[in-house]
Nanobody, 124 residues
Framework: VQLQASGGGLVQTGGSLRLSCASS????????MGWFRQAPGKEREFVAAINWYTYYRDSVKGRFTISWDNAKNTIYLQMNDLKPEDTAVYYCARRSRTILSTTASRLPSSYDYWGQGTLVTVSS
């Protein structure tokens, strides 16, 4: 399985971006798909995940929305009201045929497949 992330770029504070992550293999309703990010010098951190539920880190709640187009085997991350602290490389990930819990979905080790990352830079 290959995951192709795209949609990153440079945006000003308060702006919006939509990230996409296309899977090379069909996605299933009992997969869990997630977004993580990694800023320079920091560890990779959870951003959002989707299966039968949606999960978000607290700092993006109300600003980011994760969604899934099963027909296109693609997930999205709509990011609004972006802040400089959102600057990072964003990675998508997939755990096949498992509905991860709130806790497990936040762990990078829970995922089987990773995309290559797309850079989001928010200028102040």
């Amino acid at each position: 399985v290959q995951l192709q992330a795209s949609g990153g770029g440079l945006v000003q504070t308060g702006g919006s971006l939509r990230l996409s992550c296309a899977s090379s293999r069909r996605t299933f309703s009992d997969d869990t798909m997630g977004w993580f990010r990694q800023a320079p010098g920091k560890e990779r951190e959870f951003v959002a995940a989707i299966n039968w539920y949606t999960y978000y880190r607290d700092s993006v709640k109300g600003r980011f929305t994760i969604s899934w187009d099963n027909a296109k085997n693609t997930i999205y991350l709509q990011m609004n009201d972006l802040k400089p602290e959102d600057t990072a490389v964003y990675y998508c990930a997939r755990r096949s045929r498992t509905i991860l819990s709130t806790t497990a979905s936040r762990l990078p080790s829970s995922y089987d497949y990773w995309g290559q990352g797309t850079l989001v830079t928010v200028s102040s």
